[in-house]
Each structure stands twice: as structure tokens, then as C-alpha cells.
């Protein structure tokens, strides 16, 4: 049974950090291309940074240079370290991956206040 666990999730001032964490069982992990999307308050669910098995990774454009996401396959973990938060980042964060159907998180929430 797939199981994605987040955590990290708080309250930050706007401009602070915060490191998400995701952690996988049930999963070879270290083939499985890994993502991390946010939803907020009235919008729909969006990606926010992908990573492949090899270590390549994507970001949406809202969070280019203040996000990023990195993997250790000998924990079965993905992260996203969020720098320079803003309010707009206020979301419901989610770990996702596939394996013949999406299998998601249950997310954690970052509130950014201004």
C-alpha cells in the first residue's frame, strides 16, 4: 500500500523559510519521479516542482528561484525548501506521485502573513 506522509507545514512571515518533507512507503522510490503541488483557498490544485528519478527537476514560474525541491532515495523522502515566502504561497501543500494512478498526500498547510 502507497503511503505519502507530509510535514514541515506552519505559520511564516512573509520572506521567511520553510522546509517541506515528504516521506513514501509501499514504493521503489528511487524510480519514481516525484511532485509537489499546493492548492489554495478557492483555487485549483497546482504543480509546484517535479523531480525524476535521475534528479532532474521543474518548478512552476511563481516559484523559480525561491524554491527547491531535492530527493534522498535512501530515505524515501522528497523535500521543497521555500525561501522568501510570500502571501500568495498560502496553500495546502501536497506530495504526489504515480504509479498507474496518481497516489497523493494528505498535505500540510504553510500560511505566509504579510
Known amino acids: 500500500q502507497v503511503q505519502l506522509v507530509e510535514s514541515g507545514g506552519g505559520l511564516v512571515q512573509a520572506g521567511g523559510s520553510l522546509r517541506l518533507t515528504c516521506t513514501a512507503s509501499?514504493?521503489?522510490?528511487?524510480?519514481?519521479?516525484m511532485n509537489w503541488y499546493r492548492q489554495a483557498p478557492g483555487k485549483q490544485r497546482e504543480l509546484v516542482a517535479h523531480?525524476?528519478?535521475?534528479?532532474?527537476?521543474h518548478y512552476a514560474d511563481s516559484v523559480k528561484g525561491r524554491f527547491t525541491i531535492s530527493r534522498d532515495n535512501a530515505k524515501n523522502t522528497v523535500y521543497l525548501q521555500m525561501n522568501s515566502l510570500k502571501p500568495d504561497d498560502t496553500a495546502v501543500y501536497y506530495c504526489?506521485?504515480?504509479?498507474?494512478?496518481?497516489?497523493w498526500g494528505k498535505g500540510t498547510l504553510v500560511t505566509v502573513s504579510s
Open positions: 523531480i525524476i528519478s535521475g534528479g532532474a527537476t
Open positions: 504526489k506521485t504515480y504509479l498507474g494512478m496518481n497516489c
Open positions: 509501499g514504493i521503489i522510490f528511487s524510480i519514481n519521479a
